[in-house]
Each structure stands twice: as structure tokens, then as C-alpha cells.
């Protein structure tokens, strides 16, 4: 505790200046991504999160994308069941050879029947966030990303704001080996529901680059693409992205390096060369439960926002994260 009030006068008290000048022009466009819906509060990707995370007024709810057997695009993070829901329970036998349950061999009908439960190691059956929302209690289901654009944009109709969608096509690789083109059926559905080109309200997003490639010049998609990254970047890479994608969506580890011996933060140059491509920046994951070493959430925000000039955060907390920007933008 001692050392952690010295760290955070350390890091506050030569930059506030720095900040008080300069936050005001800086936090006002940046935009808020609630990463699996509320999900600090509720089982990840539920409806329950979602409606949640709508009412903390973030600019986008996010949706991951697994495709069932017959198709249809479920909103949920892996394309394993077991680690979210009770599948191992009601469907005991439809595992494959590694023991694990994949939403791909379950029809949408069957996949509704599963009780989706806060976030936990198989194995150990312990929660993988132990302060969140109570392991097994309450009942939740999956659902569409169909179900799921319904009720956002009932929502914008009845309160009159305006919340985007920022979908994830996850492991296309994986889809196409299973005989499906997981990305042609998502563009078609987003199409379905008004969502086409740049200024309507939706990011896509995909960590495979030779798939977000195709999505903008094969299947001719106009929408706004992230490239996500989750691994270093080689030479030339950025360049490549910037071919074809709007932004980037980088972990914070690629963004904030560490602390050299006297406690200052090291930036990599990652925020400034997309900056310079004109790429935007929306940065993963931002949890008030898991710092890594940094001294509070709001600590993590500053150097987030303002420290490396994010665009943009993923969080399972976008209340927190909507305070902040208030806050520092008066
Ligand atoms: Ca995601």
C-alpha cells in the first residue's frame, strides 16, 4: 500500500500540468468499447450484459461471432462451449475427441437450451474473475447477433440515443475448415439491418489479416475495419494494415511496455505510427479487476487516454470508464 501512494505521486505530481492543459481537447472525441457487453458485472455476452452496458452510455457494444451448425451467428467469445456454459451437463456425449464441446456442432435450437454462466476454468470449475457476478446463479441464455442488433437498435429508438455494434469474426480459419464462410454470412446479416459503409454505426473486426484483407477487397465489404493485433509487429506490417483497414485494435501490452528504473512509464511508438497512416487506435482489454501492476483503473485510463493517446478503450467497465472521460473533460 506505502509504495503504491509513492508510485502515484511519483507519476501524478510532474504531470499535472501536462494533464490539466492539455486533457480537454484530448478526452473529448474518445470512444468507449464495452468489451463483451457489461461484462465487469454480467456473464460476458449475454442479452442481460448488453442491455446493461447500454444504459452506461458507451459509443459501441461489442460482439464476438461463432457460427452454429446451421449457421447462425452466435454472439460468443470462443468456439468452445464448455468454459461459459452447462453443455457438459445437458449434452454429455457431443464432445469431440479433444473433450471439448464447439458451438459449431450444435444447432441454434439446441445452443438455446444452454444456461450461460460467469466465465470459469473447466477444470477447476473456479471462476476466472472470483470478485464478478456469482458463479452459477440466476439464468442467462446465448443468442443471435440478429437478436442481438434487434435490441440496440430498439434501444436507440426508444431512449433516442445513438449506440453503434462493433462485431468480431472469430476464427474464419477454423469456420472454413467446418465446411463455412463465417464473414459472408456476418456482412450479409449486417447488410440486413442497415449496416454497409463507414458512417453507419459499426466497426468490424478480425485478428486474421488475410481475412480482413478479403472482407474489404473480395467481398467488397465498405464498412470500418480494425485490424486486431495480438502478437508483435514485423516490418512493414502497419503499412500492410493500412491497405485496407481503418484502425488497429492492439493489446495494451503492445502499447505500454513497462516502467524503466525510475518508475516512468515506456511507451512503444505503435499509437504514433498508426497515427502517422492514419489509422485509428481502439486498444484491449481495460478491467478494473485485473491492473497488472498498475496502481489503480484510473491510473491505467490516464496512461491509456492520455499517456499513449488511444483512440479508443475495450472494458468491461465502460461506467468507470465513462466517469473518467467526464470527469477529466470539464
Ligand atoms: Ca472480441
Redesign the pocket.
Known amino acids: 500500500m506505502h509504495k503504491n501512494i509513492i508510485f502515484i505521486l511519483f507519476i501524478l505530481i510532474p504531470c499535472s500540468n501536462f494533464f490539466s492543459q492539455t486533457i480537454v481537447s484530448r478526452t473529448n472525441d474518445k470512444v468507449i468499447i464495452a468489451?463483451?457487453g457489461a461484462s465487469g458485472y454480467l456473464p460476458e455476452h449475454t442479452m442481460e450484459s448488453k442491455a446493461m452496458a447500454y444504459a452506461m452510455h458507451p459509443d459501441f457494444i461489442?460482439q464476438?461471432l461463432v457460427l452454429s451448425k446451421d449457421g447462425v451467428p452466435i454472439v460468443i467469445?470462443d468456439i468452445y462451449l464448455d468454459d461459459i456454459t452447462d453443455v457438459a451437463e445437458k449434452f454429455p456425449h457431443k464432445s469431440r475427441d479433444d473433450n471439448r464441446f464447439y458451438v459449431i456442432d450444435f444447432t441454434y435450437k439446441e445452443l438455446l437450451q444452454l444456461n450461460v454462466l460467469e466465465r470459469y476454468n473447466p477444470k477447476t470449475k473456479e471462476a476466472v474473475f472470483p470478485n464478478r457476478f456469482p458463479y452459477g446463479k440466476s439464468h442467462f441464455n446465448l443468442h443471435s447477433l440478429q437478436d442481438e442488433i434487434e435490441l440496440i437498435q430498439g434501444l436507440n429508438k426508444s431512449t433516442g440515443n445513438d449506440v453503434g455494434i462493433y462485431p468480431?469474426i472469430?476464427n474464419p480459419k477454423f469456420h472454413r475448415e467446418n465446411g463455412k464462410d463465417i464473414s459472408k454470412i456476418v456482412l450479409k446479416i449486417l447488410n440486413d439491418y442497415g449496416y454497409t459503409t463507414k458512417s453507419d454505426n459499426c466497426i468490424l473486426?478480425c485478428f486474421d489479416a488475410p481475412e480482413l484483407k478479403r472482407i474489404r477487397t473480395d467481398l467488397k465489404s465498405e464498412l470500418f475495419l480494425v485490424q486486431?493485433i495480438g502478437w508483435k509487429l514485423e516490418e512493414g506490417q502497419l503499412e500492410n494494415y493500412q491497405s485496407y483497414a481503418d484502425g488497429i485494435g492492439p493489446s495494451i501490452k503492445h502499447i505500454i511496455n513497462g516502467f524503466d528504473k525510475n518508475g516512468n512509464v515506456i511507451y512503444s511508438d505503435l499509437v504514433k505510427n498508426a497515427h502517422d497512416l492514419n489509422l485509428i487506435v481502439h486498444a484491449?482489454t481495460f478491467r478494473a479487476d485485473q491492473l497488472e501492476g498498475i496502481p489503480s483503473f484510473e491510473k491505467l485510463l490516464e496512461l491509456g487516454f492520455i499517456g499513449a493517446n488511444v483512440d479508443g478503450i475495450?472494458t468491461d467497465f465502460p461506467d468507470k470508464v465513462s466517469d473518467f472521460l467526464n470527469k477529466n473533460s470539464q
Open positions: 468489451h463483451r461489442e464476438d467469445h468480431e472469430k473486426q486486431l484491449f475495450f
